[in-house]
């Protein structure tokens, strides 16, 4: 025959099971925390990446605004407008744009549209060579402004 324990000794061996269940817990923090900070990382570098296309989308934007307003008004800032707004580019940290002059409506009279379109490449992850991915690490940003001539052009569309 065998005797039973007492029900109070088994709560409380129960009690004690329940407490050492609870502190072998402690390193269970770190460990979430270790498989939520990849995750944490990833969210904020695209946040940055993001932020930092829309600043340098922004900046060829006005480049393109502050072309087209000298184009309209036939004002030269030295060395012509197309190569004024590429070194313009540098100090706004928009890499190699390209600037093209046009005339949407074929002719430069007084009165008719002047366009300025900058593009230029933005490199979404710039420490990795473009040829790993093929390309796909980056975007062709194409930003233009349009305004009608108030005087007449002495250059000519091109870019």
Known sequence: MTTRAPKSN?????????RRART??????LVEFALVLPVLM????SVLLIGQAFNESTNE???A???????AVNQDPGGGIVSYIKNLATTTGVANPTVCVSFPNGTSN??????????S???????LSQDVFGGATTTTLV?????????????????
């Open 10 to 18: 088994v709560l409380i061996e129960h009690a004690r099971r329940l």
């Open 24 to 29: 072998c817990q402690q390193g269970a923090a």
């Open 42 to 45: 990833l969210i904020l570098m």
């Open 61 to 63: 934007t006005h480049l």
């Open 65 to 71: 605004e502050v072309a087209v307003r000298y184009a």
């Open 110 to 119: 007084v009165g008719d549209p002047v366009q300025v379109t900058i593009s």
């Open 121 to 127: 490449v933005y490199s979404w992850i710039p420490l």
């Open 143 to 159: 930003r233009s402004a349009t305004m009608r001539l108030e005087a007449t052009p002495s250059y000519g569309a091109g870019c």
